[in-house]
């Protein structure tokens, strides 16, 4: 098993910039490839963005060319730098497996965007 946990949240205007992490421990050899999540108030959990071990990277629509992922593999973290912030990037990210993400889910981090 492995332990992801995520940091990096806050309060930032619209049009700020935050960098998330997701630090990996545990079984972290067996973990392939990490995904960005987001919930926002009253709606359904989803996918923001992966990487794999390799670097490859897959966005969703939303975000493509305002957030980029990263990851750190001597660190065992990946990263979410957030750019160009808008209200309704508001949410609790999280960071899971991709594609198939472990059942527990971490406690996340709250993005709040706004003025």
């Known amino acids: 098993q492995v332990q992801l946990v995520e940091s990096g949240g806050g309060l930032v205007q619209p049009g700020g910039s935050l960098r998330l992490s997701c630090a990996a421990s545990?079984?972290?050899?067996?973990?392939?490839?990490v995904g960005w999540y987001r919930q926002a108030p009253g709606k359904q959990r989803e996918f923001v963005t992966f990487?794999?071990?390799?670097?490859?990277?897959i966005y969703t629509d939303s975000v493509t060319g305002r957030f980029t992922i990263s990851g750190d593999n001597s660190k065992n973290t990946v990263y979410l730098q957030m750019d160009s912030l808008k209200p309704e990037d508001t949410a609790v990210y999280y960071c899971?497996?991709?594609?198939?993400?472990?059942?527990?889910w971490g406690q996340g981090t709250q993005v709040t965007v706004s003025s």
């Open positions: 899971n497996r991709w594609p198939i993400p472990y059942t527990d």
């Open positions: 545990g079984s972290v050899s067996t973990l392939n490839a």
């Open positions: 990487i794999t071990r390799g670097g490859d990277t």
